[in-house]
């Protein structure tokens, strides 16, 4: 397995002379999780730090045109990859080729809002809610043609990965997400947390006003680092990573999308009403009963949930790992051997 690794690494770098860069970004503010005893398991090789992915690919997909990544044998068992905010498809560069070299066909999206992903229409609502991004990835699915795959994420992709979960369980063979059970609801956003926890969600309250909308649009990049910095307080990315990653947010709905996506999760813009039944079997907290496994690192600098306060919530075999060494927020591109190693494992769970 290590040495067709290491030749789609040699691959993909040269496909970086392409210039073929597009994904999306996502942070949540998780908190810091408590260390718990994990028995050993197997190493996996991974080339780390590869220059870019192959070729883009592109499908009408709902109310959208996705870019996507594809990676391994055609006729593998399915995985899907959600990134989140404020990162992109390169949260998984190395995650994508331990899973292909395994026999999966990975498909890594741009969520709306990132890289080359488009609406088809300049008349849709650039709406960031919870339910929406879900259906993007339940259209996704049915225009690739994939029944049935494991699902897995960090961030806002995490949040889609479990609401996938809870409510198309068939549609789902298994599921990895980072900071646990992200599943939320207006109702719950509007009560009031401890004063040293709303300090964490500062940016959230920031997009709430125009002044906060009009100093993302013209401090894109520079706000999404410091975000990346504060998130991943250990994690020495450099100069030509982030930039790999950035070219993201020139997206012309990013902006939008993520204002949206924080001003409704505080009841301050109104959803679609198509998605009103959803957000309301949301808003319940359904649980998730196909297999599972949650992660967190050790040093996640973003707001989110104590493992403790959602485990009841995973109602099938269900697993934590905490992450040691510094591990923040965007964990699969910090930790890609483990969180590859978790697709792998939740397979067979």
């Known amino acids: 397995m290590t040495q067709e690794i290491d030749q789609r690494r040699r691959r993909f770098l040269g496909a970086a002379a392409l210039g073929l860069a597009a994904g999306q970004l996502g942070i949540q503010i ?13 190493a996996v090789a991974v080339p780390v730090g590869r220059a870019a992915f192959p070729r883009l690919k592109h499908v009408q997909a709902g109310v959208l045109n996705v870019a996507y990544v594809e990676d391994g044998p055609a006729d593998g068992k399915p995985v899907l990859l959600f990134h989140g905010w404020p990162y992109d498809i390169h949260a998984f560069v190395d995650v994508a080729p331990i899973l292909a070299a395994a026999g999966y066909r990975v498909i890594i999206p741009s969520l709306r809002g990132y890289g080359a992903t488009r609406f088809l229409s300049a008349d849709t609502p650039r709406n960031g809610q919870q339910a929406a991004l ?21 961030d806002w992709g995490a949040r889609t990965a479990c609401i996938l979960a809870a409510l198309w369980p068939e549609r789902c063979k298994a599921l990895v997400s ?23 969600w500062w940016y959230q309250f ?4 125009e002044r906060g909308a009009q100093g993302y649009a013209k401090n894109t990049r520079d706000f999404v680092r ?56 949301l808003a319940a907290f359904p649980n998730i009963g196909i297999p599972s ?11 989110y949930p ?44």
């Open 206 to 209: 920031y997009f709430a006003t």
């Open 30 to 42: 998780p908190a810091f999780a408590q260390q718990a005893p994990q028995a050993p398991r197997p």
């Open 226 to 281: 410091l975000i990346w910095e504060l998130a991943s307080p250990k994690w020495k990315f450099d100069d030509a990573t982030f930039d790999r990653s950035a070219t993201a947010l020139d997206n012309p709905d990013h902006v939008a999308i993520s204002i949206h996506n924080y001003r409704w999760r505080l009841g301050l813009a109104q959803g679609e009403s198509k998605y009103d039944e959803l957000e309301a079997k």
């Open 306 to 349: 104590q493992p403790s306060t959602y485990a009841r919530k995973f109602t099938g075999r269900h697993e934590h790992r905490d992450l040691t060494g510094g591990i923040g927020h965007n964990l699969p591109q910090e930790a890609p051997r483990e969180f590859a190693q978790a697709v792998l494992d939740v397979d067979r769970f």
């Open 134 to 154: 879900a259906v993007d990835a339940i259209a996704l699915m049915d225009a690739l043609g994939i029944q049935k795959a494991l699902v897995a994420g960090f």
């Open 293 to 303: 496994i949650t992660m967190e690192g050790d040093a996640n600098g973003a707001p």
């Open 178 to 200: 980072v900071s646990g059970y992200l599943i939320g609801s207006q109702e719950a956003n509007r009560a009031p947390l401890p004063p040293k926890a709303e300090l964490l």
